[in-house]
């Protein structure tokens, strides 16, 4: 009889501490996104501009949406004095919009296309107590995880630094987070067919080993 | 006239004297203090800053000296409002865009997002109007200065434009359909009501019918007659959910499958802390009016018809005995904000240390009633024993 009073009691003291420590030390939704940094995926462009003597666009060698590397025809121009002269791409990249048509006249300053570099990136802020995780030109898994079918790429960790007017912000002590130190860190992204500037890029930092 | 002096004379002489001016007077007490701070002061809200700027930092200053709002937190980049949203830590989200200074320095339009969570819809009105207050004062501020700088007179200041636009989305229950608050809520009641009623009254009834040791005096034997109650109270409940879904409309995002798991837990705690309030009561009749203990303030507490902010903290704790506090905050987190289940441990904590100190507590008066039934019935046989040998 007394063993099955012990059992009782010990399953509702069981119950007890069980419930307690769910309570303490259970994750709310953001303890548990924390670690998941995201950031806007962003890629530099160039704007290619003319700045030889003025003319008419002879012909167009590029069109929207071709890969050029650096010193590619982009245009023939033909001069007034009836030379040619060639408008070529400055960076390795992709064209993503064109300015001009044949026919057109051209003077120095127009815009005449516009190459998009192919290395994306994002900048993500981290905090002082997390910033140890990431070391530079260390590679890291990127997700993009609001997509229809999340993809993963590699990323490398192209620079860190403190974030100048975030460093010593010190707004709410309720959380302690936001009095701490910020560090801005740049993660260059590879290009992937996918992939567009203006997506959210995440990192989990805890899938990073110390 | 002889019927009315009886009727007097019988009148002064009950409990109706004092209860018909005491009742009031402490209702008075008890509401007054529990409606006293009238208006929701400092909410909490989570600020997204994506600028990252000197500017930004005093848009947050402006927000959280605003007596309406209290910044508990600033998240440095993009995070999913739902999950700032998820765990009632914080009632909006404001976002304020990259490009924020840079913009206002080249005096171009700049939008700031605010998402707000109309669960529970009054806990938001003294925001909505705090964040218009604050972009209208900071465009007066940005357009009278730098026009004023220009030379221009206040008269032609007056016809600009404002350069900081307010983008507001209310989330989850965007038009305050009452389904989603008054009328779920008014299920949960019904179904408490007669949960704890059934319940309430198991051990007063085993007692008058001589049947509560019948099986043994281990109070599992008493705990394990919870279960049908709770199981079929689940039941009800689900199946009423998804009636409000299916024709009223009402937002259920979680999986009904894991629904079920938060569901178990209370009515398992709500059955057995019903069985412990009216374990000692002499009858059924008692055990049920003792039942408005967990009806009135579950019905008042617990964010139905007002949000807990708007209740002094005292309120706030004491609702965190009663398991209805705990689902509908479960119902608002994981049906409403389509919260995962791993994010409401403390809500399936609290629910398990109830069932847990229900346990122990009906446990403890079972031991103490069979030892005082068991001492009787000694002294029974030895009375009657002694009475053999005279």
Known sequence: ?210 | MKSLTEEWKYVAGSKFLIVIFAAPLIAALFFGLMFSKNQISESPVVIIDEDHSSYSRQLIAKINASQYMKVTNVIPSRMNPDTLLANEQAVAVIVLPAGLELNRALGKSVTIGALMDNTMPSGLTGIRTAIQEIIATENMALSMTSLAQQGMDAEAIKGIISPLTLVQRMLYNPTTSFIGTMVIGFVNIVVLMITVGAAGAIAPRLRREGRLFANGTSPAQLWIRVVPYALLSTVSLLLSYGLLKQAGGMRFEAEPHLFIIPLLLYSFALSLLAMLLGYTAKDVSKAGSRMSVLLYPSFLVTGIQLTPLALPAFFQVTAWALPMNWLNRLIRGMAFRNGSLSAYSLELGALLIIIGAATLLIGLMVMKEARASHSATEQQHADSGALRII
Do not use: C
């Open chain 1, 1 to 210: 009889m007394k063993q099955k009073w012990i059992v009782y009691i010990g399953i509702a003291l069981v119950l007890i501490a069980g419930g307690s420590l769910l309570a303490a030390k259970g994750m709310d939704a953001v303890s548990q996104a924390e670690h998941r940094k995201q950031g806007v995926l962003d890629a530099d462009s160039l704007t290619v501009i003319y700045d030889k003597k003025p003319g008419t666009i002879d012909q167009v060698n590029a069109g929207i949406g071709d890969s050029v590397q650096k010193g590619d025809l982009l245009f023939k121009v033909k001069l007034e004095q009836g030379s040619e002269e060639e408008v070529l791409s400055t960076e390795d990249g992709q064209v993503t919009r064109i300015a001009v048509k044949p026919g057109d006249q051209i003077t120095p300053g127009n815009p005449v296309a516009v190459v998009q570099q192919t290395r994306y990136r994002t900048d993500l802020f981290v905090q002082e107590g997390q910033i140890h995780k990431l070391k530079l030109n260390q590679s890291v898994k990127v997700r993009f995880p609001y997509l229809d079918q999340p993809i993963e790429v590699d990323g490398v960790v192209a620079s860190i630094a403190a974030a100048p007017q975030f460093a010593s912000l010190r707004m709410t002590r309720e959380k302690g987070q936001a009095d701490v130190s910020m560090f801005a860190v740049r993660i260059s992204v590879a290009s992937h067919a996918d992939l567009l500037p203006g997506m959210t890029a995440e990192v989990d930092l805890n899938e990073i080993a110390d």
